[in-house]
């Protein structure tokens, strides 16, 4: 019954979707559609949404083996019917209200699945080590939590499942993954009520319908946002925690109760507080982050506040910034030598070899892996040079050959020649002299060898066995050879993000996009965003103002963002996003413009000539380190 219904909605979609509404019969070609729309199509979600796994995995499988044209016909059939459901939602009604829409949702789902299991498999497996680390993670939470928390595993989809497929396994769907992201639901979307939904059904066992169980149709800006949503509540969760065992304790206290409070002792912080010394930003964050890991990992939970020494600046998210832009010049400096920068490609990659591997440079890992995990936690964006690779082995996934291009590029072209070589005139033996011994050179210019098997350096590489040596050389590079490091890195990162939703709402790119921003800067968008406070976008000063931006070159324009922001990265969803604000700050004077990065708000002087703003203005972000400006 379930495939001869979708029989049906198939023969429909593509019979409706091959018409030309250009011939005399529009009429009835159009209102065949609106019928179909209206009548048909929802009475076949309404049935396809009550299925069974069973009659679920069927479907899947059935079409996954039809023609690309067929299942994209009904994918735009059921994306027209929800866009059409979403203009008719009545403005005061939530999105997740809908029943029609949460039927085509479902029905959209199992094309989806299909879709996945119909691509060509990418050829990533599942790191060895994966699932050790994180039942590492987990013991580590287990035994430094309060007992009232529990470790959550992120329900994984049961279609996934069946089929062994996720995200990151299929990279060439048979329908592109752009095809099932639905606008106007990313328009209309309340994503904090949908959020809440989540909550529940994840937290107390309740069946909400919400977007969030269906990542397929949300944009990456959706995404970023449901996350933000899901690490403000935990943080507010944890400094509630704190403030109500700081009650309890002082209140038990007070009683002549037995209590570990003391009046001597310091109370707990409902924040993660880390002080820190410019000169020793690395150091400081290090010891105080690794203390943190030890005793209180659940602190890491909190939000962060940041604190230089000697510095005004109260942390509403501006000096955060800062702290993330200093400490990762830093970590990436070559006199770390923790990684290796490509000219060629302009991406950084772990150092195979650093100066001293121990303990210490473990450490480092870790913390730069903590990084990345408090910077997603507290939704700051990063400027870090990681190639597209790094993002498929936190998902889990080990490194390929075709990830060689953006790690070791020369490596990747001279492997592609060994491949692509036609030994008719000469064999690859006597071309190229290869064996299973490669060698590589340390920072300080030593040559290391390492065999990829056994008596490799004894073993020639033959035609026959190329492409086996292909593939031992890239998992050495991007793999065995970086395995302590990674997963130091790694085993930071875990601890801070475990239970947050990111493995299942994001794909390697996408994750990309969140801990980097964008790549692509459309500045038309910071202009269109901006607001102004004593000022209106008619007046001379403004119009001056962006007469000087528009003459600035483009690293002078991400110093401006720096500026205002405390970041020159571009967030996920567009500089839009920003909302940026200038303010007037008095009449024209002596004074530079300066700023409030906490809020994105520019303090602009009413300047009355373009040459004295331009003057002020290039000034100002020539001398903008520290928080002791304003």
Same mark, same amino acid.
Not at 126 to 143: C, F, T, V
Not at 162 to 171: L, Q, R, T
């Given at each position: 019954?379930?495939? /001869? /219904?979708?029989?049906?909605?198939?023969?429909?979609?593509?019979?409706?979707?091959?018409r030309?509404?250009a011939?005399?019969?529009?009429?009835?070609?159009?209102?065949?559609?609106?019928l179909f729309l209206?009548?048909t199509?929802?009475?076949?979600?309404?049935?396809?949404?009550?299925?069974?796994?069973r009659?679920?995995?069927?479907?899947?499988?059935?079409?996954?083996?039809?023609?690309k044209?067929?299942?994209?016909?009904?994918?735009?059939?059921?994306?027209?019917?929800?866009?059409?459901?979403?203009?008719e939602?009545?403005?005061?009604?939530?999105?997740?209200?809908?029943?029609?829409i949460?039927?085509?949702?479902?029905t959209?789902?199992?094309?989806?699945f299909?879709?996945?299991?119909?691509?060509?498999?990418?050829?990533?497996?599942?790191?060895?080590s994966m699932?050790?680390?994180?039942n590492?993670?987990?013991?580590i939470?287990?035994?430094?939590?309060?007992?009232?928390?529990?470790?959550?595993n992120?329900?994984?989809?049961?279609?996934?499942k069946?089929f062994?497929?996720?995200?990151?396994?299929?990279?060439?769907p048979?329908?592109?993954?752009?095809?099932f992201?639905?606008?106007?639901i990313?328009?209309?979307?309340?994503?904090?009520?949908?959020?809440?939904?989540?909550?529940?059904n994840?937290e107390?066992?309740?069946k909400?319908?919400?977007?969030?169980s269906?990542p397929f149709?949300?944009?990456?800006a959706?995404?970023?946002?449901?996350?933000?949503?899901?690490?403000?509540?935990n943080?507010?969760?944890?400094r509630?925690?704190?403030l109500?065992?700081?009650?309890?304790?002082?209140?038990?206290?007070?009683?002549?109760?037995?209590?570990?409070?003391?009046?001597?002792?310091?109370?707990?912080?409902?924040y993660?507080?880390?002080r820190?010394r410019?000169?020793?930003?690395?150091?400081?964050?290090?010891?105080?982050?690794?203390?943190v890991?030890?005793?209180?990992?659940?602190?890491?939970?909190?939000?962060?506040?940041?604190?230089?020494?000697?510095e005004?600046?109260?942390?509403?998210?501006?000096?955060?910034k800062?702290?993330?832009?200093?400490?990762?010049?830093?970590?990436f400096?070559?006199d770390?030598?923790l990684?290796?920068f490509?000219?060629?490609?302009?991406?950084f990659w772990?150092?195979?070899?650093?100066?001293?591997?121990?303990?210490?440079?473990?450490?480092?890992y870790?913390?730069i892996?903590?990084?990345?995990g408090?910077?997603?936690?507290?939704?700051?964006t990063?400027?870090?040079?990681f190639?597209?690779?790094?993002f498929?082995?936190?998902?889990?996934?080990?490194g390929l050959?075709?990830?060689l291009?953006?790690?070791?590029?020369?490596?990747?072209?001279? /492997?592609?020649?060994?491949?692509?070589?036609?030994?008719?005139?000469?064999?690859?033996?006597?071309?190229?002299?290869l064996?299973?011994?490669?060698s590589?050179?340390?920072?300080?210019?030593?040559?290391?060898?390492?065999?990829?098997?056994?008596?490799?350096?004894?073993?020639?590489?033959?035609?026959?066995?190329?492409?086996?040596?292909?593939?031992?050389?890239?998992?050495?590079?991007?793999?065995?050879s970086i395995?302590?490091?990674?997963?130091?890195?790694?085993?930071?990162?875990e601890?801070?993000?475990?239970?947050?939703?990111?493995?299942? /709402?994001?794909r390697?790119?996408?994750?990309?996009?969140?801990?980097c921003?964008?790549?692509?800067y459309?500045w038309?968008?910071?202009?269109?965003?901006?607001?102004?406070?004593?000022?209106?976008e008619?007046?001379?000063?403004?119009?001056?103002?962006w007469?000087?931006?528009?003459?600035?070159s483009?690293e002078?324009?991400k110093?401006l963002?720096?500026?205002f922001t405390?970041?020159?990265?571009c967030?996920?969803?567009g500089?839009?996003?920003l909302?940026?604000t200038?303010?007037?700050?008095?009449?024209e004077?002596n004074?530079?413009?300066s700023?409030?990065?906490c809020?994105?708000?520019?303090?602009l002087?009413?300047?009355?000539?373009?040459?004295?703003l331009?003057?002020r203005?290039?000034?100002?972000?020539?001398?903008?380190?520290?928080?002791g400006?304003?």
């Amino acid at each position: 019954m379930p495939s /001869l /219904l979708f029989g049906q909605l198939e023969t429909v979609s593509c019979r409706l979707q091959g018409r030309s509404f250009a011939k005399t019969a529009f009429e009835s070609v159009f209102g065949e559609r609106i019928l179909f729309l209206e009548r048909t199509l929802p009475a076949i979600c309404n049935l396809f949404s009550d299925l069974n796994q069973r009659d679920q995995e069927i479907i899947v499988e059935k079409l996954s083996v039809k023609p690309k044209t067929n299942l994209s016909a009904i994918v735009q059939n059921l994306q027209q019917f929800i866009t059409f459901r979403v203009f008719e939602n009545a403005p005061d009604k939530l999105l997740n209200d809908d029943l029609q829409i949460e039927s085509a949702l479902k029905t959209l789902r199992l094309v989806f699945f299909a879709s996945l299991v119909g691509g060509p498999l990418s050829r990533l497996r599942r790191s060895d080590s994966m699932q050790k680390l994180d039942n590492q993670i987990a013991d580590i939470l287990r035994g430094k939590l309060q007992t009232d928390q529990r470790i959550k595993n992120i329900q994984e989809d049961p279609l996934a499942k069946a089929f062994n497929v996720d995200w990151s396994i299929v990279e060439t769907p048979l329908i592109p993954y752009s095809d099932f992201i639905n606008p106007q639901i990313n328009k209309k979307l309340e994503i904090d009520k949908d959020y809440v939904n989540y909550k529940l059904n994840f937290e107390d066992g309740q069946k909400n319908f919400t977007m969030i169980s269906f990542p397929f149709i949300l944009e990456t800006a959706t995404k970023t946002m449901s996350m933000f949503y899901d690490n403000r509540v935990n943080q507010i969760r944890e400094r509630r925690r704190v403030l109500n065992r700081i009650r309890h304790d002082i209140e038990a206290y007070e009683n002549g109760e037995e209590t570990e409070f003391s009046p001597d002792e310091q109370l707990p912080s409902p924040y993660l507080i880390l002080r820190v010394r410019r000169e020793f930003i690395v150091e400081d964050a290090l010891f105080k982050l690794e203390l943190v890991a030890a005793e209180r990992p659940a602190d890491l939970r909190k939000q962060l506040c940041i604190e230089f020494q000697g510095e005004e600046g109260v942390d509403e998210g501006g000096v955060s910034k800062e702290f993330f832009r200093l400490i990762i010049e830093r970590v990436f400096s070559p006199d770390y030598g923790l990684f290796i920068f490509d000219d060629e490609t302009d991406y950084f990659w772990f150092n195979p070899y650093p100066p001293i591997f121990g303990s210490e440079e473990e450490k480092e890992y870790m913390l730069i892996g903590m990084l990345f995990g408090l910077a997603i936690y507290n939704n700051i964006t990063m400027d870090v040079h990681f190639p597209p690779v790094l993002f498929k082995k936190i998902l889990g996934f080990d490194g390929l050959f075709e990830d060689l291009e953006h790690t070791h590029p020369s490596i990747y072209r001279s /492997l592609i020649t060994l491949l692509q070589y036609d030994s008719t005139e000469l064999s690859i033996e006597d071309c190229f002299c290869l064996t299973y011994e490669v060698s590589s050179k340390t920072v300080f210019g030593q040559t290391v060898n390492h065999s990829l098997i056994q008596y490799g350096a004894e073993i020639p590489i033959t035609e026959e066995n190329r492409s086996d040596f292909v593939f031992r050389y890239s998992d050495w590079l991007l793999n065995k050879s970086i395995k302590k490091q990674f997963n130091a890195f790694l085993r930071g990162f875990e601890l801070v993000t475990d239970e947050s939703p990111l493995k299942v /709402l994001f794909r390697p790119q996408q994750l990309e996009h969140l801990v980097c921003g964008e790549r692509e800067y459309d500045w038309e968008k910071l202009r269109e965003g901006c607001r102004y406070e004593g000022f209106s976008e008619f007046d001379k000063t403004i119009r001056l103002f962006w007469e000087v931006f528009d003459a600035l070159s483009v690293e002078k324009r991400k110093k401006l963002l720096e500026f205002f922001t405390g970041s020159d990265r571009c967030p996920v969803g567009g500089l839009a996003k920003l909302k940026m604000t200038i303010t007037k700050n008095g009449p024209e004077s002596n004074r530079l413009p300066s700023a409030h990065t906490c809020f994105n708000i520019l303090l602009l002087p009413e300047y009355l000539t373009k040459e004295v703003l331009e003057e002020r203005l290039l000034k100002a972000l020539d001398n903008s380190i520290g928080f002791g400006m304003i």
